[in-house]
C-alpha cells in the first residue's frame, strides 16, 4: 500500500501563491508517477499537473500550463505543486495522486491513479 498526505492548502487572493506538497510513504516503488488533482463540488476531478518519477517532462492541464508548477523530491518522497497567480477559477480540493498511467495527457491520466489522498482545500478570493 501506498500512502499520501497533502499539505498547503488555504485561503488566498486571486494573484497570489501557494505551495501544495504531497509526502508518500509505504511500497513507493510500486508506482511511477504522480500527480495532482482538484475537483470542485457538482464537478469531475480534473488532472492538474503530473510527472513520471523518473524526472522526464512534466504535464500540464492548460488551464494551468504557465503559472503552475510541479516537482519532485525523490529523497523525501515529496511531491509539490507550486501554484502562482492564481484565480478565482482555481478554487478546488487538490488531491495528490500516484500509480502506472500508460499515459497522461493533459494532466489526465489513463488508467486511472492507484493510490489517492484525502485532499487539500484551496480557496482563491477575487
Known amino acids: 500500500q501506498v500512502q499520501l498526505v497533502e499539505s498547503g492548502g488555504g485561503s488566498v487572493q486571486a494573484g497570489g501563491s501557494l505551495r501544495l506538497s504531497c509526502s508518500a510513504s509505504?511500497?513507493?516503488?510500486?508506482?511511477?508517477?504522480m500527480g495532482w488533482f482538484r475537483q470542485v463540488p457538482g464537478k469531475e476531478r480534473e488532472g492538474v499537473a503530473s510527472?513520471?518519477?523518473?524526472?522526464?517532462?512534466?504535464n500540464y492541464a492548460p488551464a494551468v500550463k504557465g503559472r503552475f508548477t510541479v516537482s519532485l523530491d525523490t529523497a523525501k518522497n515529496t511531491l509539490y505543486l507550486q501554484m502562482n497567480n492564481l484565480k478565482p477559477e482555481d478554487t478546488a480540493t487538490y488531491y495528490c495522486?500516484?500509480?502506472?498511467?500508460?499515459?497522461?495527457?493533459?494532466?489526465?491520466?489513463?488508467?486511472?491513479?492507484?493510490?489517492w489522498g484525502k485532499g487539500t482545500l484551496v480557496t482563491v478570493s477575487s
Open positions: 510527472l513520471w518519477t523518473d524526472g522526464v517532462i512534466p
Open positions: 509505504g511500497y513507493t516503488d510500486t508506482y511511477d508517477a
Open positions: 495522486a500516484a500509480g502506472r498511467p500508460q499515459s497522461i495527457n493533459g494532466g489526465n491520466w489513463s488508467p486511472a491513479a492507484n493510490y
